[in-house]
């Protein structure tokens, strides 16, 4: 569903502004670009603070769509002001972010069900170990969240770095200033980009270590086993797909281009070992040559790792340490909640938590205590203020309307008629 | 002060500069420029910091030192730290797992790809992999991740803190560092690092400019918080509360190691961070790639083309002087296809009788459908709504076989035959038949005949003002006509809003059916066949389902009164 079924909404839009009116005005790429700006920040702090896996990944794709909408708001904001190269970069940019999109979001929700499916659980702050107990599960979750936090050398690295550069490059042509809106979008553009770059990034880290690493929180995530293999080949294929498109963005670039039809032509050529390169805006990426050099660099790393093991072999000892003793509980690690609690402080004026802190005394005490309970719900202003009021608003409209069914067939004959005859009036005025 | 600033300064016009003098010295630099320079560069930058890298740290704490009335420890003795972590045996705790021993390579290889890709010693690029903004700060956060899960995988809360407060840094950090790179580019026109360098050494005056300025503060304090700095980070604090990284990297305490490692890489960030102090970026001049020439307009003839647009199309052309552009512009012209109704009636004497009565066939035939529509308005009796009825599917046939017979098209005359068939003879056949049944006269409707006939001419007078609006450049003789139909929709409109029973409420939707045909064939000449076949059927369907209805209700009420029926809202 969140690989194809939201991208019916992007594949509308892109029917209407690149296929049907390739040549409409400005203004239509800057209001998609702030409504995908909104929802890519929006979406991402919800994601960053969110402690259910499920919605921690639907509020991911909210940011992943929404940084689709800002590529092809740019791109049309840029046509308009006849910026074809940047524009058409944009263009391939946020196709390719779809297509990424499409495999990490696949394999991340395939993730999240094998979790489910492991454990019956989906709440982060009751996971943990899930690494040792379901190695495969875990590689291809974290390969598919190393690609939605855009880091080398996953297909979301490659869709983010293009979309990236094709903002940089849109503000100026030729050393000229393309216009002053184009010199303000696409600043405020680049702010948006790096913004939900870096709280992905902190929110996959989230998904993954307090899932994944460390010891389990609960009893259900200390039973879990590994899903049957029938679970982990789409996993696997995922995980591929994932790292695979990342290693050939030439080529699926030069794919996404001819889909994108007639009308506009992207300039995208294939250099190096499938590297991908805009002549228009001079840009290259090859990230199997980054491969390459992270090998030279790691072979002598590993050389010398392997010498020192065999000369100090490593020593496993039972006792964590944890401040001075050895009462260390699976509570007492960090949960999602706590994990994202400094973002938290930082965003507050956005997010609007509500914290609740009870506390419960022993007997008539008020020094000793029995137990806290802490509770933080943060709640979607978007969905609080601007749908539930437009919705109910909807309702009491649709109620009002009711007085207008009264069951006189005429009545609605006659309602027909003079919709018909307002409709002609305006024809003619 | 940094040293990786200093050293760039200072060797930033080697290699890629200068242009050789004699032809041998040439060729050797050409070679040389091509691939051997940049591979032994970067392995130079990397020998270089990683050698610079723990002496820089070794010089501020000694520096401090100093300050505070120390002796310090000289400033080699991070090496010496080095030195004595690696000889110590790694212990992992048991709940550990492959990260742990992962991690900290994981960050030693991203950082060890920065020492590299970064313009610290020269401004040669590899050719590629630019040293582009997004691919640095993509490599660093690969190793600010890998910390971020080590410390995670400990399992206790200290390594949680420490990570969360570290990704929480990094997410802050991320956009700042793009941000301030960004708009050092601007200028430049290209987001390649060693481009941004060299360009601000050959200019090195625009360096004092307001974007400059700002986008150096804010790259400083980005490189203080990566670089686990005060203000931001105490890095030999002691207190959990006010670590950030030491948290984390404390956890690889328990792979030593992992914590020389860590050590190591973490001060193998900092003069790499001080390097990336841009000086000034020189643009580059793109050539636009403009599209093509916009599309030639296909050509062709239109069908059904009066002579009348002919000489409209005519007039609109631009007046050209010589006759060959005349001609190449009347070519862009869709010109009309030759009338094929030579080829369907014989004779020219026929032809020219047909043609001067068509005009008036064509107003004989529409005045019929007005005037029966109104009068089905003014008579309330069911019998006589069905004669007229007949009589405006007759005067509605005989319309489209006139047409037809014009365009000389046997398709259309095959239409006409069918709406004889079904709406002149079929339709009113099946009303009167079931009505005979019933009451014969329609109880008062809603509006007397007077006011009814009154609107009838409202709407008329409303229809000929709104086709004038639509219609107004089809000056055809079939298009003067379509107003009649329109008319004829609004008229079949009032009859279904204001009678009562529900036979004659079908009457009024079979007058609006006949309106829309009238108009359909008045300004289209000529539906196809298989469209009024399809029209037809779902006419009659319609026809059929109100028999059945006006059945039943008569069957449960006794008669056939609308009114009756207020059940039907919710």
Known sequence: MSGAMVKIGVYGALLVCVRLLPSGPPWWGVLILVLGGVSAVYGILQASVASDLKVLLAYSTTENMGLVFLGLGASVLLR??????????????????????????????????????????????????????????????????????SLPITSGFVAEWMLLQSLIHGARLDGEVVSVAASIAMPLAVAVLALTAGLALLTFVKAYGIAFLARPRSRKASIAREVPWVMRVPLALGALAVVGLGLVPGPLSAGIAAAVG??????????????????????????????????????????????????????????????????????????????????????????????????????????????????????????TRLYRPVLNAAQRFGVLARRAQDGSIHRYLGYSFAALLVVLIAVSL | MPVGAAVSLVLGTMPGAGAGTGTAARAVELTWTGIGAPILMAVLQLALFIFLAPLLIGVIRQVRARLEGRAGAGIWQPWRDVRKLLAKEPVHAADSSWMLSVGPIVLLVSSLLLCVLLPLVGTLALPLIPSDLFVIVSVMLIGVVALALVGLDGGTAFGGMGSSRHMTVAALVEPTLLLSIYALSIPAGSSTLSLIVQTRLQTPAVIISPVSLLAMVALAIAIMAETSRLPIDNPSTHLELTMLHEAMVLESLRSRPGLARARFLAQARRPARPARQPHRAVGRAHRLHRSGPPPRRLLGCRQGARPGHRAERRRGLPRQGAPVQRARAARGVLRPCPARRDRLLPGRLGASVFETTYPQLIGLCTGTLLLTSALMVWRHSMLASIRLLAVQGLALAALVAVIGVQKGELEVILVAVLVLLVKGLGLPWVLAHESKATTRTDEAPRLNPTASLLTVALLTILAYVVSSRVLARDTSISAHAAPIGLAMVLIGFLLLVTRRQARSQLIGFLVLDNGIATVAFLTSGGVPLVLELGISLDVLLVVMILYVFAGRMHNKFGNTDIDQLRKLHD
């Open chain 1, 80 to 149: 308009g002001y006849h910026a074809t190269a940047a524009a058409d970069a944009a263009l391939v940019a946020a196709l390719l972010l779809m297509v990424s999109h499409a495999a990490f979001k696949t394999t991340l929700f395939l993730g999240a069900g094998a979790v489910a499916h492991a454990t019956g659980e989906l709440n982060l702050d009751r996971l943990g170990g899930l690494g040792k107990r379901m190695p495969w599960t875990a590689g291809a979750f974290g390969l598919a969240s190393l690609s939605a936090a």
């Open chain 1, 262 to 383: 007639p009308v506009i032509v992207p300039d995208v050529r294939t250099v190096g070992l499938a590297g991908v390169s805009f002549a228009g805006i001079d840009v290259v990426l090859d990230p199997g040559t980054l491969v390459i050099l992270a090998a030279l660099v790691l072979v002598p790393i590993l050389v010398i790792v392997a010498l020192g093991s065999r000369r100090h072999p490593t020593r496993v000892d039972p006792l964590p340490w944890a401040g001075g003793g050895s009462r260390l509980r699976p509570r007492m690690q960090y949960t999602a909640t706590s994990y994202a609690e400094p973002l938290v402080r930082v965003f507050d004026d956005v997010l609007r938590p509500s914290r609740d802190v009870e506390v419960t005394h022993v007997g008539e005490s008020r020094y000793l205590v029995e137990k806290v309970h802490v509770e933080q719900t943060v709640s979607d202003v978007i969905e």
